[in-house]
């Protein structure tokens, strides 16, 4: 039982290229998430998704993309990546409404 | 939008001491309050959480209490210890699937 896992741990992006990050979690949960998480700033939502083929959009989600095909796998995608980008990524997942979240081990990106 | 706020910001106390860590709110539709904690370089994890039902919880040396007629509720950590050492988030919710975390608190624990 692997919890929620994330690819790639770490990445260097320069301004303008894209990349997915991926999201995988073995619970069976219906929702995950998508966070940034700033020095100073806590984590802040980007999008959410309630179940397999839904998204949506949470406190910060310009500049992001997200698809949940599958119900263990959430991808978020950069298309034209920024400097304001740079932030350590967390996923995470949960069960029913509200509930505690389970949280990714982080992808620390940095957009050069 | 809701508002969460977290205080203080900073906490440094002394091995075996207390620490109270609060966290205020706007939503009054909220009905769920975690506490989260983070060590350096790790994930967030649950510690502790209460529901709207109930006043007060007690896990071994952490509780939450919780006043929703003053939308706040509060994270207590007795006799700390050096691995209480982390930064510490509220996170409360009203079920619309959208948490918003606290900045966060950094505990300092003294030895």
């Known amino acids: 039982n692997a919890g929620v896992t994330q690819t790639p741990k770490f990445r260097v992006l320069k301004t303008g290229q894209s990349m997915t990050l991926l999201c995988a979690q073995d619970m069976n949960h219906e929702y995950m998430y998508w966070y940034r998480q700033d020095p100073g700033m806590g984590l802040r939502l980007i999008h959410y998704?309630?179940?397999?083929?839904?998204?949506a959009k949470g406190e910060v989600p310009d500049g992001y993309n997200v698809s949940r095909l599958k119900k263990q796998n959430f991808l978020l995608g950069l298309e034209s990546a920024a400097p304001s980008q740079t932030s350590v990524y967390f996923c995470a997942s949960s069960w029913g409404q509200p509930n505690e979240q389970f949280f990714g081990p982080g992808t620390r990106l940095t957009v050069l | 939008g809701e508002n969460v706020e977290q205080h203080p910001s900073t906490l440094s106390v002394q091995e075996g001491d207390s620490a109270v860590i609060k966290c205020t709110y706007s939503d009054s539709a909220s009905n769920y309050f975690p506490w989260y904690k983070q060590e350096l370089g790790k994930r967030p994890q649950l510690i502790i959480d209460i529901r709207s039902n109930v006043g007060e919880k007690k896990d071994q040396r952490i509780a939450v209490t919780l006043n929703k007629t003053a939308k706040h509720f509060s994270l207590h950590i007795t006799e700390t210890q050096p691995e209480d050492s982390a930064v510490y988030f509220c996170a409360p919710t009203s079920g619309t699937y959208k948490y918003i975390f606290g900045t966060g608190t950094r505990l300092k624990v003294l030895a």
């Open positions: 998704s309630v179940g397999e083929g839904t998204t």
